[in-house]
T-cell receptor
Framework: DTEVTQTPKHLVMGMTNKKSLKCEQHMGHRAMYWYKQKAKKPPELMFVYSYEKLSINESVPSRFSPECPNSSLLNLHLHALQPEDSALYLC????????????FGSGTRLTVV | GEDVEQSLFLSVREGDSSVINCTYTDSSSTYLYWYKQEPGAGLQLLTYIFSNMDMKQDQRLTVLLNKKDKHLSLRIADTQTGDSAIYFCADDTNAGKSTFGDGTTLTVKP
């Protein structure tokens, strides 16, 4: 298995809703990442988990809450989002944080209404 | 801070070679990467080069690295319409934090 699987593929949520994005990999990678990507822009790093511990939080608002229940799973809990949070949310993994590139999932297209 | 820059657009004819260029500012980059993103999809790692290498070839892809000038290029030989996508250059100067360029949109015309 050489994939990162993200669910759901599309999500529409109201500003008062609570939802979660899920990410799963079975490559034995020990680093996992959440990125946010706006249209025609590069991905922006949000969070990094290394060996199931949060190692980097790029000053992301608290309405985004990451969780790493085990080495294969990564969640992003969403609460009280704003319309400007609408974007493609990408999960990625790598063997560790030491290089050789990331494997990205296909993303969750989030629309906040 | 770190910066990675790319030209935004490139248009080529099918069968021609494409060359996408990238410059970066941080000389401590250990690896440099090329990713491809097709519409509606995530990023796909195409290739990477270790900072002590000058060139890496992988089938139709050739990566050239000029560390002195902090310049990276990706050459795609015999470009096909399926190569139309956005190509991102990235580095990894801080463990776990890659800096991405703005992406080059490659359009391949039949």
């Amino acid at each position: 298995d050489t994939e990162v699987t993200q669910t759901p593929k599309h999500l529409v949520m109201g500003m008062t809703n609570k939802k979660s994005l899920k990410c799963e990999q079975h490559m034995g990678h020990r680093a996992m990442y959440w990125y946010k990507q706006k249209a025609k822009k590069p991905p922006e790093l949000m969070f990094v988990y290394s060996y199931e511990k949060l190692s980097i939080n790029e000053s992301v608002p608290s309405r985004f809450s990451p969780e790493c229940p085990n080495s294969s799973l990564l969640n992003l809990h969403l609460h009280a989002l704003q319309p400007e949070d609408s974007a493609l949310y990408l999960c990625a993994s790598s063997q560790d944080t030491g290089g050789r590139g990331y494997t990205f999932g296909s993303g969750t297209r989030l629309t906040v209404v | 801070g770190e910066d990675v820059e790319q030209s935004l657009f490139l248009s080529v004819r099918e069968g021609d070679s494409s060359v996408i260029n990238c410059t970066y500012t941080d000389s401590s980059s250990t690896y440099l990467y090329w990713y491809k993103q097709e519409p509606g999809a995530g990023l796909q790692l195409l290739t990477y080069i270790f900072s002590n290498m000058d060139m890496k070839q992988d089938q139709r892809l050739t990566v050239l690295l000029n560390k002195k000038d902090k310049h990276l290029s990706l050459r795609i030989a015999d470009t096909q319409t399926g190569d139309s996508a956005i190509y991102f250059c990235a580095d990894d100067t801080n463990a776990g934090k890659s800096t991405f360029g703005d992406g080059t949109t490659l359009t391949v015309k039949p």
